[in-house]
């Protein structure tokens, strides 16, 4: 789908991936809705853009319900919806409170699939739209510490898998991304629990993963959209792996649906 002249929802815009997909976008001559909890940085982010900006905090219940109606009411009707708003917790499961798992599994998960059911009936009314979710490797492989963020991104990414399958032979795309470890503030906070640091140090020396750039990763998120990929995965040399985990639910689709 052609990002130029549509409407672009993003959330967790001031995000080190967030800012390089918005600025992307951008350029792309989409006209951007910029979704974030942090005012301050996300309104400077806009100006800069001349992008919409949208202060909200999408573990909130009601905030969350009725976003898409209110975006809609003041921008316009959303044409691509980019749920990239994401948070990770790191440790053993026994050192998370009860409010950190249900943080996690409010914005990481839930969010992102209570967006696309409220965008999804102005998009088939429309006859064209793109759901794009950011979902991680961690969601195919988790290591140490790493369980319920994992477990976050793997519920995201199967959601997208039987999204698209319900959207089959429709005008409404969906794009999965599955990444790796991303040069992030994210990143420098995982890398302080001392066994997930040790997985990652393995795993990077033995180059089995790279340190993704952000910007490279939303420069291939926005080439995706618009050559109509169903799904991304960074870095390359980690695909296969990704592409193994997924064989099951890619036969099953096909076998059910036509669609691969």
Excluded: W
């Excluded at 959330?11 to 909890?37: C, E, F, Q, Y």
């Excluded at 026994?94 to 950190?100: E, G, H, Q, R, V």
Aim: overall charge neutral; some cysteine.
């Amino acid at each position: 789908m052609r990002v130029a002249g549509t409407h672009v929802l993003l959330t967790g815009a001031t995000g080190d991936i967030g800012r390089r997909l918005a600025t992307h976008l951008s350029d792309a001559a989409a006209r951007l809705t910029l979704v974030a909890r942090s005012t301050q940085p996300l309104e400077a982010l806009a100006a800069d853009l001349g992008a919409h900006a949208v202060s909200a905090d999408l573990t909130d219940r009601d905030t969350l319900r009725s976003l898409i109606r209110d975006v809609e009411q003041a921008h316009g009707p959303v044409d691509v919806l980019v749920n990239n708003a994401g948070t990770e917790t790191v440790g053993h499961l026994t050192d998370l409170t009860a409010d950190d798992l249900e943080h996690l599994l409010a914005l990481n998960l839930l969010a992102p699939v209570e967006l696309c059911r409220q965008v999804l009936p102005g998009m088939t009314a429309r006859g064209r739209g793109h759901l794009v979710n950011i979902s991680s490797l961690a969601g195919v492989a988790t290591f140490p510490g790493l369980a319920t963020y994992g477990a976050t991104k793997a519920g995201l990414t199967h959601f997208t898998s039987g999204l698209r399958a319900d959207l089959r032979g429709g005008p409404i795309g969906t794009l999965a991304v599955e990444i790796g470890p991303v040069s992030s503030q994210m990143m420098s906070r995982i890398a302080s629990h001392p066994p997930t640091a040790a997985a990652f140090d393995r795993v990077l020396g033995l180059r089995a993963l790279t340190m993704l750039d952000p910007d490279a990763v939303a420069r291939a998120v926005v080439a995706a959209v618009e050559d109509d990929q169903a799904t991304l995965r960074m870095p390359r040399r980690a695909a296969p792996l990704a592409t193994l985990a997924h064989a099951p639910r890619s036969v099953v689709r096909l076998a059910l649906t036509g669609i691969r």
